[in-house]
């Protein structure tokens, strides 16, 4: 089940803030920031997004665990775990398997048309045979969806919770980074070719 929250911004030793949830008669949440403080990371709007994921996963963590141990249950990948996405899709929030898909391919287009232009490989082909441009394209690549991806799991907890009256974190975390993953994977490495292509099509003009 979902605890009570409450935002709350904590100032870190190094001068910045950290947005954390106060859960109701508990400080967990603020252990969690008081040690994120202390990690000395800076944070962005994209920090913060994952910040946010992490101290709402773990804030859902210890219930999950304690559920586990006393069914056995392990909920991923399990019949009630395919059930359930299947009530996402007409439950609350099931626009979000429309609208952040859609984002996510306008994205990979975007990076696509880049690297066609930088005369990279395919994204697939690149990530899998291609060593010399990898960790680039995962950087650039992770840098382009990660606030996708967060967004992605905050909705799904806030869904899960608003549909079951209960949190899986696993689950968020496995279905938020698949709904964005696959789609940008895909039309960026599409996109490339078929502006690669045209390329290699466009006559070349000599100047005399």
């Not at 997004?49 to 709402?56: A, D, E, K, P, Y």
């Not at 599409?190 to 045209?198: A, D, E, P, Q, S």
């Not at 290699?200 to 100047?207: A, L, V």
């Amino acid at each position: 089940m979902l605890p009570d929250f409450t935002a709350t911004s904590v100032r870190c030793a190094t001068g910045g803030h950290i947005l954390a949830l106060r859960m109701t008669g508990g400080s967990y949440c603020e252990s969690l920031a008081a040690w994120l403080c202390k990690m000395k990371i800076s944070f962005s709007r994209s920090s913060i997004l994952t910040t946010l994921v992490i101290l709402l996963v773990l804030a859902t963590l210890p219930g999950q665990i304690r559920t586990l141990v006393q069914t056995g249950d392990p909920y991923l990948f399990t019949r009630r775990f395919f059930q359930d996405m299947f009530a996402r899709l007409s439950g609350h929030g099931r626009l979000r398997f429309l609208l952040q898909p859609g984002v996510a391919i306008l994205l990979g287009m975007r990076d696509g048309k880049r690297d066609a232009r930088r005369g990279f490989p395919p994204f697939l082909s690149a990530l899998l045979y291609n060593g010399m441009h990898r960790l680039n394209l995962l950087r650039d690549a992770v840098a382009s969806i990660r606030d996708l991806v967060a967004i992605a799991v905050i909705l799904d907890l806030i869904s899960q919770f608003l549909i079951f009256r209960e949190i899986h974190p696993g689950a968020a975390l496995f279905l938020g980074p698949v709904l964005i993953s696959m789609p940008y994977a895909l039309s960026r490495a599409l996109t490339n070719r078929i502006v690669g292509r045209r390329r290699q099509r466009m006559p070349i003009i000599r100047h005399s």
